[in-house]
Each structure stands twice: as C-alpha cells, then as structure tokens.
C-alpha cells in the first residue's frame, strides 16, 4: 500500500462545509458519530485526495492550510471567481472554507 496523509480539519457545521468542498469537486466517502448527539466526524474526497472534516473541537482546532495539486488551476478558479498567480512552483489561488481554513489550488509548471 502506497503512504498516504489525510489532513483533519476542523469544522462548525459539517453541512456547510460539505457544501462549500462540493465546490471544489469533494464529495462525502464516510460519515462517523459515537452517539447520537456527538459531533460529526466525515471523510470527503476527489480523485485519490481525501480530507477528514471533524466537528470535535479536540480534533485540529485550526484554522489550517492545505495545498490542493489539481490538473487545471484556471478552471478552478474561474469556478470560483478568484484570481490565480504565477508562483516558482506553480499557478496557485487561494480560498477559504466557512470556518477560516485556507486552501491553495495549484498546477504545477
């Protein structure tokens, strides 16, 4: 098996944060609570990337920065309505999810 990271991310409402990744092309794989009334823990994902999305506030209380590598950069953000800019590594732009973490969409050169 290849390694892999899975970055956590911290989230208020996973419904709205489902919504707001659905624009970047994640969708649900998994969906996790203890007991009925526990936060929500939720595996989203796209192509081979995955992001774990947790409301328990022990769990990366964030905000974080995450790079997301993606084969067309312009697309994404056009979609998005953000500007992209030449950096030494790539074309990158920037958003940022309802609760302050940032990701970085990027193609590489």
């Not at 950069?73 to 953000?82: F, Q």
């Amino acid at each position: 098996m290849p390694t892999t990271a899975v970055p956590t991310l911290r989230v208020r409402d996973v419904e709205r944060s489902l919504a707001w990744w659905a624009r970047l092309g994640f969708t649900e794989v998994f969906r996790h609570r203890f007991e009925g009334t526990q936060p929500w823990f939720v595996g989203i994902g796209r192509e081979d990337a995955r992001v774990y999305l947790s409301e328990h506030a022990g769990d990366a209380p964030g905000p974080a920065l995450l790079h997301l590598w993606v084969d067309d950069v312009d697309r994404v953000a056009a979609e998005l309505g953000v500007p992209v800019e030449q950096m030494p590594w790539g074309r990158e732009c920037e958003v940022a999810d309802p609760d302050a973490n940032r990701v970085r969409v990027a193609t590489a050169p």
